[in-house]
C-alpha cells in the first residue's frame, strides 16, 4: 500500500525551527524520487527540498533546494529509506504553508509537483513574526 504520512508540524516564532517526518511505505521507499512541497493560501504547490537517487545500489543520491530555504533547511533520510525529514531552522513568516512529503519513480526536474505521484496528507507549519 502507498503511503506517505507526515508529522512535526505546528507553530512557532520567527527565528525558530521544526523538523518535519515523513514515514513511508514499502512501495514509496523504493520511489527514486522524495521530498517536501508546500503550498500556501492562494499560491501554487512549490518544492522545498527533494532528493533524487542517482544509485540506489550505492546508496549516492542529489538534494535540491529552493533558493528560498538554502541554508536554512536541511533534508536528510534515515539508512533503511523509512522516513524522510526536513530539518526547518531560522523560520520566516513567509515559510507558513501546509507542508507536504511527496514520492515519485523518476523526476527530471526534482523540485517540480507535477513529477511526483504519491502525496502526504500535508502537515502546517505557521511561523509568527
Known amino acids: 500500500q502507498v503511503q506517505l504520512v507526515e508529522s512535526g508540524g505546528g507553530s512557532v516564532q520567527a527565528g525558530g525551527s521544526l523538523r518535519l517526518s515523513c514515514a513511508a511505505s514499502?512501495?514509496?521507499?523504493?520511489?527514486?524520487?522524495t521530498g517536501w512541497f508546500r503550498q500556501a493560501p492562494g499560491k501554487e504547490r512549490e518544492g522545498v527540498a527533494t532528493?533524487?537517487?542517482?544509485?540506489?545500489?550505492?546508496?549516492?543520491?542529489?538534494?535540491y533546494y529552493a533558493d528560498s530555504v538554502k541554508g536554512r533547511f536541511t533534508l536528510s533520510q534515515d539508512n533503511a529509506k523509512t522516513t524522510l525529514y526536513l530539518q526547518m531552522n531560522s523560520l520566516k513568516p513567509e515559510d507558513t504553508a501546509m507542508y507536504y512529503c511527496?514520492?515519485?519513480?523518476?523526476?527530471?526536474?526534482?523540485?517540480?509537483?507535477?513529477?511526483?505521484?504519491?502525496w502526504g496528507q500535508g502537515t502546517q507549519v505557521t511561523v509568527s513574526s
Open positions: 514499502d512501495y514509496t521507499r523504493s520511489s527514486d524520487c
Open positions: 532528493m533524487r537517487t542517482v544509485n540506489s545500489y550505492s546508496g549516492i543520491y542529489i538534494i
Open positions: 511527496a514520492a515519485g519513480p523518476s523526476c527530471s526536474e526534482p523540485l517540480r509537483s507535477y513529477e511526483y505521484t504519491y
